[in-house]
């Protein structure tokens, strides 16, 4: 399904889309708060779509395996955008064909995004990482920064970080190995509040290492209004990224980098 998520975005600029083999989840921490995922499980449920009928309870689903095979134009996708892979819940073999389908698809890019960095780093030596796969941890405020140590110890070939909601300030990451870092304010109801000078912080970090930025949204309780510009400009740098054909042959056009900052050409080089 296509996607609003801004950095859920394709080479070519549009939408990519959302895989759920998995749905559903449980909170571990203060970013799960108020979890899009719950709040829309239990819409789908009422909805009476097949995939929500336990609502937000953690279900795996076997027929929705070879979706991405089935699209054969290249995509950026974001992978259980209703859960979260590495819930304890999830067992290791449904994992690896998760894992084996996103290899098999090899001309897609595959956004994988936990919380569970512990059970991440402990799977690290069962996961036979693909190269299309970016691996990202999310993290809220300082309190939770070991993710970002855990997802460092990782095999995964692009790691990333999605600071979002940003809860509290992170003034000095550990941005070792670290490819692309994502910040986002909450949104919807009672959302919490962010601050720009924790932004900014967090942008100039990337700036001084080098790594793509990309600032989502400030958020609050109507985002649209809120919108996404930080110091007179959106920030929508990302990985380069090879796009690849069904046959996994390197179709990536000149010129066709995801990086699209002018402000910043030496990100263009990273290759
Ligand atoms: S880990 Fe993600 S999906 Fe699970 S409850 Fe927290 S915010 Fe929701």
């Known amino acids: 399904m296509v996607t609003k998520i801004e950095w859920v975005r394709n080479s070519d600029g549009t939408q990519g889309k959302t895989w759920n083999p998995v749905t559903g989840c449980t909170k571990v921490s203060p970013g799960c708060k108020h979890c899009y995922a719950e709040r829309m499980a239990l819409r789908l449920r009422a909805m009476r779509q097949p995939n929500y009928v336990n609502g937000f309870k953690l279900t795996t689903h076997e027929h929705m395996l070879e ?20 819930h304890e819940d999830v067992p290791l073999t449904f994992i690896q064909k998760v894992f084996d389908i996103m290899r098999r698809a090899s001309w897609h890019t595959f956004q994988v995004l936990t919380k569970r960095s512990r059970r991440l ?28 140590e855990h997802l460092g110890q990782t095999r995964a070939h692009l790691k ?12 000095s990451l550990n941005l070792r190995g670290i490819g692309w870092v994502i910040v986002g304010g909450e949104s919807g109801p009672y959302a919490r509040p962010i601050k720009k000078e924790w932004v900014i912080v967090i942008r100039d970090q990337c700036l001084a290492a080098n790594i793509p930025f990309f600032f989502k949204q400030w958020g609050g309780v109507r985002k649209k209004r809120t919108g ?10 990302m990985p380069y990224q090879k796009t690849r054909d069904a046959l996994g042959r390197d179709v990536t056009e000149a010129g066709s980098m995801i990086i699209r900052d002018p402000q910043r050409p030496s990100l263009v080089s990273r290759n």
């Open 67 to 86: 979706l991405p095979l089935s699209w054969k134009k290249p995509q950026m996708i974001f992978v259980n955008s209703m859960s979260d892979l590495f």
């Open 121 to 148: 780093l402990e799977l690290d030596q069962e996961i036979d990482w693909p190269l299309n796969v970016w691996m990202g941890v999310s993290v809220e405020n300082q309190d939770y920064t070991f993710r970002i």
């Open 160 to 171: 990333f970080l999605s600071l979002e909601p940003l809860l509290g300030p992170l003034s």
């Open 228 to 237: 996404r510009v930080l110091q007179d400009r959106t920030w929508d740098e």
